[in-house]
């Protein structure tokens, strides 16, 4: 972890402290992989709120008492939507992890024609389990900030939602097949124009499940005036997909530049 997060302030001790346990794997976490000590120090931050310096006061008994400074406001998440296809769980898993540690706005899961039905009804996505996985990636990424996250039952729903939700977005949906161009290219089409001295907008990247895409969804996606891009010619696990597809994404917005 590069930040231990909260969804809630821990239990109050006395003056400005605050108390967690060695039962809490948070404070195990500070415990026996960090092995901090009295006057040592780790990064504390709330879920979608803001983040500083703990410090650590007293260890007593299995309870660390620690003051926290919260002066580090919540980041801006990138204005980049990933939507894609529902995979085995373990895969998902992944998929959130990387897209939040990334740093994509929001998550949109869909089904697809050939994606297994199952996947949708996995233990994963019943009462937020999937959660879990989004907060590991945000304590990686050493930040606060969670996308939004949404669900749809097939493509045709998810890309209706989408133009009414953000008619003016970039759509760009990748495809191992009939995709000649790149996502920087993809991306340098839409700018064209009127837009083109313009700030980048947001996008929406769609990547497919295990099977990819079929002729009709191909089709339902030129009909919304999705352009299509690949990532060359080897075929990608859509896990692979997706965080290689967001980072180049996001390297052609200029969002990974160092400066």
């Known amino acids: 972890m590069n930040i231990i997060l909260f969804e809630e302030l821990p239990e109050k001790g006395s003056a400005d402290t605050y108390l967690l346990t060695k039962q809490d794997p948070r404070g195990y976490h500070i415990l026996k992989i960090l092995k901090l000590e009295v006057g040592d120090s780790f990064v504390m931050g709330l879920i979608n709120g803001a983040a500083g310096k703990a410090v650590i006061q007293t260890i007593h008994g299995g309870t660390i008492s620690f003051v926290w400074n919260p002066d580090i406001p919540p980041q801006k998440l990138f204005p980049v939507s990933l939507l894609v296809g529902y995979v085995r769980p373990i895969c998902m898993r992944r998929i959130l992890r990387e897209a939040v540690s990334l740093g994509a706005e929001s998550i949109w899961l869909a089904g697809t024609d050939t994606g297994e039905k199952s996947y949708r009804q996995a233990k994963l996505w019943k009462d937020e389990r999937y959660r879990r996985f989004m907060i590991d990636g945000a304590q990686q990424a050493g930040v606060t900030a969670l996308p939004s996250i949404r669900f749809f039952p097939d493509m045709d729903s998810a890309l209706a939602e989408a133009e009414k939700a953000a008619s003016k977005a970039e759509k760009i949906v990748l495809d191992s097949e009939g995709a000649d161009i790149g996502i920087a ?61 967001l980072g180049l994404l996001l390297s052609a917005m200029g969002f990974l530049s160092s400066s």
């Open 185 to 245: 290219e993809a991306l340098s089409l839409h700018a064209q124009g009127e837009n083109a001295d313009k700030e980048p907008r947001s996008v929406f990247l769609a990547i497919g499940s295990e099977r990819g895409w079929t002729e009709r969804e191909r089709e339902l996606f030129a009909s919304h005036a999705w352009t299509a891009a690949g990532l060359g010619r080897r075929i990608l696990r859509t896990e692979t997909a997706c965080a290689v597809g």
